[in-house]
């Protein structure tokens, strides 16, 4: 689908504010909101942004579905990110199989297939912490069915997120305005990263974080009738949320209008202890998740071909031992937030053995 500059800026701005009203769209574009509102729909029909309707959920049953979704803030909720490399996926049948199994695992948030030097699969947890390396074990035993060959955990204590800015697009040329030589390095004397503590929720507010990974723009009005409560309460715990427990939403559209393609990972070491200053300063233009210590990094990059490929020239000067793998989208499941993992007698993260392998167990038996 082409697009046009009305629909290039209706975009840009739905993405800068997926909320915003028809009447805020029309005042913006100098039209009338029946036109914004039609022009949206277009771009729904086109398959552009992606359509609403209607899913079954397993946690919450039958649930409509928007283009715009939450991301939950974890370290709020008291979870750990871990980032996780399964190399050398041996087989379709092998490949199945581990999808199963992280589809199993119930802290597994994201899962993609794609290849580094071999086919592998990438993997994210949100979890508690893990003094029992129950991960490790749940990985060597995948491991030790012959499903892959080996894997790599990445757990750094900073992480952080930029996003796409479709600013530096130029609609003329159809091409990213960005040169990735603006990326600034600095001598890392410990990053100022602002630490966030678990907070107190409830149960039905992990109910709602649930709603809002679904569908970021569910009403209120189908919240309390699906709940028995009245739109007050509903209204007041959704505010409690929001600004609690929601990291940010993200916009559903077809990314490859903007080139952007495959993912690309990258981890390595800081060379002379550097590290990248300009994510830090929110200075690249692209969706990214970086995690990172004194010493190490990981970094998963969506962006054009030609950026990617300068970034990896740019990495290869700047820092040691690096590599790269490039992850397919569009094999990739995100999972909505779970909130059955939380247990609300105990006011903890479930995280027993007895609570996390039988399942699996018996999926590999």
Same mark, same amino acid.
């Given at each position: 689908?082409?697009?046009?500059?009305?629909?290039? $800026?209706?975009?840009?701005?739905?993405?800068?504010?997926?909320?915003?009203?028809?009447?805020?769209?029309?005042?913006?574009?100098?039209?009338?909101?029946?036109? &914004?509102?039609?022009?949206?729909?277009?771009?729904?029909?086109?398959?552009?942004?992606?359509?609403?309707?209607?899913?079954?959920?397993?946690?919450?049953?039958?649930?409509?579905?928007? +283009?715009?979704? &939450?991301?939950?803030?974890?370290? &709020?909720?008291?979870?750990?990110?871990?980032?996780?490399?399964?190399?050398?996926?041996?087989?379709?049948?092998?490949?199945?199989?581990?999808?199963?199994?992280?589809?199993?695992?119930?802290?597994?948030?994201?899962?993609?297939?794609? $290849?580094?030097?071999?086919?592998?699969?990438?993997?994210?947890?949100?979890?508690?912490?893990?003094?029992?390396?129950?991960?490790?074990?749940?990985?060597?035993?995948?491991?030790?069915?012959?499903? /892959?060959?080996?894997?790599?955990?990445?757990?750094?204590?900073?992480?952080?997120?930029?996003? +796409?800015?479709?600013?530096?697009?130029?609609?003329?040329?159809?091409?990213?305005?960005?040169?990735?030589?603006?990326?600034?390095?600095?001598?890392?004397?410990?990053?100022?990263?602002?630490?966030?503590?678990?907070?107190? /929720?409830?149960?039905?507010?992990?109910?709602?974080?649930?709603?809002?990974?679904?569908?970021?723009?569910?009403?209120?009005?189908?919240?309390?009738?699906?709940?028995?409560?009245?739109?007050?309460?509903?209204?007041?715990?959704?505010?409690?949320?929001?600004?609690?427990?929601?990291?940010?939403?993200?916009?559903?559209?077809?990314?490859?209008?903007?080139?952007?393609?495959? $993912?690309?990972?990258?981890?390595?070491?800081?060379?002379?202890?550097?590290?990248?200053?300009?994510?830090?300063?929110?200075?690249?233009?692209?969706?990214?998740?970086?995690?990172?210590?004194?010493?190490?990094?990981?970094?998963?990059?969506?962006?054009?071909?030609?950026?990617?490929?300068?970034?990896?020239?740019?990495? /290869?000067?700047?820092?040691?031992?690096?590599?790269?793998?490039?992850?397919?989208?569009?094999?990739?499941?995100?999972?909505? $937030?779970?909130?059955?993992?939380?247990?609300?007698?105990?006011?903890?993260?479930?995280?027993?053995?007895?609570?996390?392998?039988?399942?699996?167990?018996?999926?590999?038996?």
């Amino acid at each position: 689908m082409d697009l046009d500059l009305s629909d290039h $800026f209706l975009l840009l701005m739905l993405r800068e504010n997926p909320f915003i009203s028809y009447n805020e769209l029309a005042k913006a574009m100098n039209i009338s909101p029946n036109t &914004a509102r039609a022009r949206i729909q277009r771009l729904k029909q086109g398959q552009l942004l992606r359509g609403d309707s209607d899913i079954d959920d397993p946690v919450l049953g039958k649930r409509n579905i928007s +283009e715009v979704f &939450a991301n939950p803030d974890y370290a &709020a909720l008291g979870l750990n990110r871990i980032d996780v490399i399964i190399n050398g996926v041996t087989d379709d049948n092998s490949l199945q199989s581990v999808y199963r199994l992280l589809d199993a695992h119930p802290y597994t948030i994201y899962r993609s297939f794609g $290849f580094s030097t071999h086919p592998m699969v990438y993997a994210v947890f949100a979890m508690p912490s893990d003094p029992s390396n129950y991960l490790v074990e749940f990985l060597e035993l995948m491991k030790s069915h012959g499903f /892959f060959d080996g894997y790599s955990l990445f757990h750094f204590p900073n992480n952080f997120s930029t996003r +796409e800015m479709l600013e530096y697009w130029d609609v003329h040329l159809g091409l990213w305005k960005y040169d990735v030589n603006n990326l600034s390095f600095t001598k890392y004397y410990g990053v100022d990263m602002e630490k966030t503590d678990p907070i107190k /929720f409830s149960c039905f507010d992990l109910l709602l974080l649930r709603e809002l990974t679904i569908n970021a723009k569910v009403k209120i009005s189908d919240l309390a009738q699906h709940y028995k409560y009245d739109r007050t309460t509903i209204s007041r715990h959704m505010n409690y949320v929001k600004s609690n427990l929601v990291h940010d939403y993200g916009v559903i559209y077809d990314r490859s209008v903007f080139t952007l393609g495959n $993912f690309r990972l990258f981890w390595g070491e800081w060379s002379d202890g550097t590290f990248l200053k300009s994510l830090m300063e929110q200075k690249f233009p692209f969706n990214s998740t970086v995690s990172f210590d004194d010493r190490r990094f990981f970094w998963l990059v969506q962006a054009s071909d030609p950026i990617l490929n300068d970034l990896s020239m740019l990495l /290869f000067k700047e820092v040691k031992n690096l590599h790269q793998a490039i992850i397919y989208p569009e094999t990739g499941v995100r999972y909505y $937030f779970y909130p059955y993992n939380y247990d609300c007698d105990a006011k903890k993260w479930k995280y027993e053995k007895a609570q996390l392998f039988p399942e699996l167990q018996h999926l590999m038996d």
